[in-house]
């Protein structure tokens, strides 16, 4: 049993069922990270985890203690919410305090707390200034801090950094990394962001329509995607994702794949039990840093697959080089590496990674577990 | 596992409180506002005269409305009064705004003045209308004391011109306030798109016609809607300048409720009349309520 | 002139037209405050100087007779009271009418956007159009109610109609005045262990002063004005001031006293006219607000 833990809630608004039987555990100190596109239901797993929307059926409890039914100030909880949503009538202080002072903690305690959260955040400057004074970044301390001084069991962040400008966006990461590492809080974390979520996250749950799809640490999200949402909402840009059919030579699988011409070519897999799906047809997941240059090609992978293809486009982005090209009729993308020669309109050989491609079930969309 | 358990106390109380705080609005609503209709409706179906009945007498109210030609007269009244007060108080609002719009000196001390008569009471409006329109007093009087003695303007007094007197005296009230909405339309439009049309080459007339006026269509819609509500309710207006008088001839159906139902002890016939008002203004105001409360969803 | 109105304006004028906007202007200023003037300049004259004179002449002897005569013992009626137990009996309306309407307007926009439920739109669109019904639909079944409970002709039967009839209008302001705050602040606040009265008082009531004058002044102009139900409800004690102003005018037997009737008027007008002067912006916005969505 974990700190947090989620046992096969739904959520329905009248007959519409918006989340199916979630079941997740989370483990102290553990940074969970719910992601998926909008619509999803994370956000609504977050608000029934602060108890700011019922369950439908199910239990969510914490410390073993059920939840259902508890008044979000009683679950010992604390929320930094997408607006921030700080008071606007009241100072950064009373901000931060306010929780303390409604769970009547005597002065003198609301004041330390206080000093300690505005100093770790360093905002202790800010104190008595209203939040429609202060910058963006600011007010999203300032809201980290209103959690952090409540010393809550588990915190909910609802997509805190939405509302921040890209640059503003990547520090505000990496000081919410800092603050997990130090702290070792405890962390159930909203977003729509991939990035967001791969840098942050020790577990990813990947939710879409209601379900979740996948639940894992970032690196078996990403190598080991179970299904080709996952495979194609995780990583950008996007796994390729195409037609493809397997045939068995020389007792190996490989993959066949037509480039540009038609023409098939064939990349062997390094997992022999494809073996028996011989002639029939697959989704092929290739991510796009797996297609390179045969120079470029990662010196430890064991399987390396030639691959002769038609440059579309070429697009350098300064540290990386895309590479557009059709494969199995659908667009794909190549991410080399910045000093590579290539010229749009060109024939290529490509240096393809099989360690890492993925083949999907073109029926269920889910992966051919190997 | 534990079972889900109940609710503790103060989360359930925190799920009613807002539930009870609204509860004495909605039920006065329901009965002050829907029963009363509901019930008025029923009376005007009723044999009611001094006192409520509750004998049916299905039509015959509204029947015999449509044969009284003092209701004749305080629809055609209105048919009257709705349209011209609508119409000028739309022109002189839209025409006060555009002109007030080009960056006029003193615009604070004229907005203000166009915008009292807002404040006012019906009543004093009527007051200080009908001394004015007097002619043994008022204008007229003024201006034969002036010199200039063929001058003639006795609408008040005169049965056919009275009820235009009443349209002066609600647009004198009303149309600042539609210049303060068509102002607000106006400043809200995005002087970039004035430049580009001015690039473009449209004259300030044709700035206007085919630019301007254009994107103050919900103002007009707004401003038509208030004034329509406003003429269907007129009453105390009309009380404190003619008194629905010269004899009937400034009657609007508000008048014509409030007479048959207090002083001529007919109020099966005016709880019809107020059906029938109610029925106009629904016609009006729930398309555009309905709208309104749409359109941001 | 001309060159400060070049520029960054899109539309330019040319000099006879500006003109012919500032003479259009001025003619209309005039319209609007010739009732007023005349009122005033013939409330301040002996009535001979009216009836034998000129209404738009300054007067040649100023008197304030007429304001002593209006406000203390004029003819309303059957006594001669002057309009001073009216003006008496419209604040003693008027006040706790705002006040609870006001209130009760604020609660109910709270909950409307900060606490839905299911069916919220539909009450609020039924509150919504009870703002526009013409009263006169009301008129007798409210007559009945009032004398059943006792308030038939009493100040208290008044200030119920007009706090029943004022609802809507008040629950409109908040609401549309509240739904811009982010629901989020609420559930911040629960999060943080504040319960339903004491996130209004404290979170957003420090917030609601801007819509509290609008809505008091609203509220304040509509009731203070209103001559339906107080023609229609109001016993001969209880006539609030538009009632007996009415009264003074229409009913003089013998001689009209202009003079009077004009000080009379001016003083049925002055407190809405205050109110108007000093929050003239406030002013506006509820009229604008009770017209268009905020």
Not at chain 1, 286 to 315: K, Q
Not at chain 2, 215 to 226: D, G
Not at chain 3, 132 to 144: C, E, N, S, T, Y
Request: glycine share 8%; proline share 5%.
């Amino acid at each position: 049993m974990g700190l947090l833990d989620i046992s096969n809630v739904t959520k329905s608004y009248g007959a519409v069922e918006v989340l199916h039987s979630v079941d997740i555990s989370v483990d102290e100190g553990e940074f969970l990270v719910l992601v998926g596109p909008s619509g999803c239901g994370k956000s609504t797993l977050l608000s029934m985890i602060a108890g700011l929307e019922g369950i439908t059926s199910g239990e969510i409890s914490i410390k073993g203690r059920t939840m259902n039914g508890v008044h979000p100030s009683k679950r010992n909880i604390a929320m930094v919410f997408q607006s921030y949503a700080l008071y606007p009538n009241m100072t950064v202080g009373q901000n931060i305090t306010f929780g303390l002072e409604m769970h009547g903690t005597p002065k003198p305690e609301r004041e330390d707390a206080m000093n300690r959260v505005a100093e770790m955040l360093q905002i202790d400057n800010l104190l008595s200034r209203k939040p429609g004074q202060l910058s963006g970044g600011q007010r999203q301390r300032v809201a980290m801090g209103r959690a952090l001084v409540r010393d809550p069991d588990v915190f909910l962040f609802d997509e805190p950094l939405s509302n921040l400008d890209a640059k503003l966006r990547v520090d505000m990461r990496t000081e919410i990394k800092k603050l997990h590492q130090s702290l070792g809080t405890t962390i159930v974390y909203v977003t729509h962001d991939q990035i967001e979520a791969m840098t942050l996250s020790t577990r990813i749950a990947v939710m879409n329509k209601g379900y979740v799809q996948q639940l894992g640490t970032p690196k078996e999200i990403y190598d080991t995607p179970s299904n080709v949402f996952v495979a194609t909402f995780m990583g950008s840009p996007a796994m390729n994702v195409f037609p493809s059919r397997i045939v068995v030579k020389d007792g190996a699988p490989h993959a066949a794949v037509t480039g540009h011409d038609g023409v098939e070519q064939l990349l062997r897999f390094p997992q022999a039990n494809l073996a028996a799906w011989d002639g029939r047809e697959i989704l092929l997941g290739i991510r796009p840093e797996t297609i390179t240059d045969p120079e470029g090609a990662d010196r430890n992978a064991a399987h390396i697959a030639s691959l002769r293809n038609h440059i579309g486009v070429t697009e350098p982005a300064g540290s990386d080089t895309f590479v557009t090209m059709t494969l199995g009729g659908r667009d794909a993308i190549a991410r080399m590496r910045a000093d590579v020669t290539v010229r749009a309109g060109e024939i290529f050989d490509f240096a393809v990674n099989m360690d890492k491609a993925v083949a999907f079930d073109p029926k269920t969309e889910e992966r051919i577990q190997p | 596992m534990a079972r889900p358990v109940q609710s503790d106390l103060r989360t359930r109380l925190q799920e009613w409180i807002p539930k009870i705080v609204l509860a004495p609005s909605v039920a006065s609503m329901l009965i002050f506002v829907y029963g009363f209709i509901v019930f008025t409706g029923y009376l005007s179906f009723t044999n009611s005269r001094i006192l409520p009945s509750f004998d049916l007498v299905g039509w015959h109210n509204y029947w015999r409305l449509f044969q009284l030609p003092t209701w004749t007269i305080a629809v055609q009244n209105l048919a009257i009064f709705a349209s011209l007060y609508i119409a000028i108080c739309i022109a002189i609002g839209l025409t006060l705004a555009i002109f007030l719009d080009q960056k006029i000196r003193g615009e604070g001390m004229l907005r203000p003045i166009f915008l009292y008569p807002m404040a006012l009471s019906f009543i004093v409006t009527g007051t200080a209308w009908k001394w004015l329109l007097d002619p043994g007093i008022g204008i007229e009087h003024t201006l034969h004391l002036w010199g200039w003695e063929s001058f003639h303007f006795g609408w008040i007094k005169s049965s056919s011109m009275a009820i235009y007197t009443v349209v002066i005296a609600a647009v004198w009230q009303s149309s600042g306030f539609v210049m303060a909405m068509f102002l607000a339309g106006l400043r809200g439009i995005d002087n970039e798109i004035l430049k580009a049309a001015q690039m473009d080459g449209a004259s300030n007339w044709n700035l206007y016609r085919r630019i301007i006026i254009p994107q103050l269509r919900p103002a007009f819609l707004s401003a038509f809607v208030i004034l329509a509500h406003l003429a269907v309710k007129s009453y105390d207006l009309v009380i404190a300048l003619t008194g629905g008088g010269p004899g009937r001839a400034t009657e609007l159906p508000a008048t014509f409720m409030y007479s048959y139902t207090f002083t001529r002890n007919e109020m099966g016939v005016g709880a019809a009349s107020a059906v029938i008002m109610l029925m106009t203004i629904a016609a009006i105001m729930i398309p555009y309520l309905y709208a309104e409360l749409k359109e941001p969803k | 002139m001309s060159g400060a109105v070049d520029t960054g304006v899109a539309i330019r004028t040319n000099r006879v037209t500006r003109t012919f906007i500032y003479l259009f202007l001025l003619l209309f200023a005039l319209f609007y405050l010739l009732p007023l003037a005349v009122m005033l300049i013939n409330s301040v004259k002996p009535l001979s100087e009216i009836t034998g004179g000129n209404m738009m002449a300054l007067p040649n002897v100023w008197t304030f007779e007429p304001w002593r005569e209006a406000w203390s013992s004029a003819q309303i009626g059957v006594q001669p009271t002057g309009l001073r137990p009216y003006f008496i009996n419209s604040i003693l309306i008027v006040v706790p009418a705002v006040a609870i309407s006001t209130i009760m307007g604020a609660l109910n926009g709270y909950v409307l956007t900060k606490w839905r439920f299911r069916g919220d739109t539909i009450l609020f669109g039924m509150l919504l159009f009870s703002c526009f019904i013409p009263f006169q639909i009301v008129l007798i079944p409210m007559a009945r109610v009032l004398g059943m409970i006792g308030l038939a002709g009493s100040v208290p039967g008044l200030i119920l109609v007009h706090v029943v009839y004022g609802l809507g209008f008040t629950t409109l302001y908040f609401r549309n005045y509240y739904s811009a705050f982010p629901t989020e602040l609420v559930r911040a606040a629960q999060i943080d262990g504040a319960g339903f009265f004491r996130i209004f008082y404290r979170i957003l009531l420090p917030l609601s002063g801007p819509i509290i004058v609008v809505t008091i002044i609203w509220q304040f102009t509509n009731i203070w004005n209103d001559f339906l139900f107080g023609s229609s409800f109001a016993g001969q004690a209880s006539q609030p001031m538009t009632v007996a102003l009415n009264n003074l005018v229409q009913s003089s037997t013998g001689v009209k006293a202009y003079n009077v009737h004009f000080a009379g008027a001016i003083l049925a007008a002055l407190p809405t006219l205050i109110v108007y002067i000093v929050s003239g912006r406030f002013f506006v916005r509820g009229l604008m607000a009770g017209s268009v969505k905020g």
